[in-house]
Nanobody, 114 residues
Framework: QVQLVESGGGLVQPGGSLRLSCAAS????????MGWYRQASGKQRELVAR???????NYADSVKGRFTISRDNAKNTVILQMNMLKPEDTAVYYC????????WGKGTQVTVSS
């Protein structure tokens, strides 16, 4: 059993920053890939960023240069630093962790609005 708990969502003005954190716990203590998806209202879930256990990262084109993903393998945590936020970043952000299976957090709401 694996639990992923996200924190750090909220309401922020355009141009602001938020830091999302996700902590994994349970019977599996290491993951090949960890990262974040998001789902805006009425849209499909999309990959935001992911990072491998070796530190290689990938980003959606829409967030490159604004978001930074990092992970602490010893603590089984993954962090998404979001800067220069835009209204179109508004979504529920879901943490995931994957080996042969993929595990999901429950999601945290990020709202970018003035």
């Amino acid at each position: 059993q694996v639990q992923l708990v996200e924190s750090g969502g909220g309401l922020v003005q355009p141009g602001g920053s938020l830091r999302l954190s996700c902590a994994a716990s349970g019977t599996i203590l290491s993951f090949n890939v960890m990262g974040w998806y998001r789902q805006a209202s009425g849209k499909q879930r999309e990959l935001v960023a992911r990072v491998s256990s070796g530190g290689s990262s990938n980003y959606a084109d829409s967030v490159k240069g604004r978001f930074t993903i990092s992970r602490d393998n010893a603590k089984n945590t993954v962090i998404l630093q979001m800067n220069m936020l835009k209204p179109e970043d508004t979504a529920v952000y879901y943490c995931f962790a994957a080996n042969d299976m993929i595990y999901w957090g429950k999601g945290t709401q990020v709202t970018v609005s003035s």
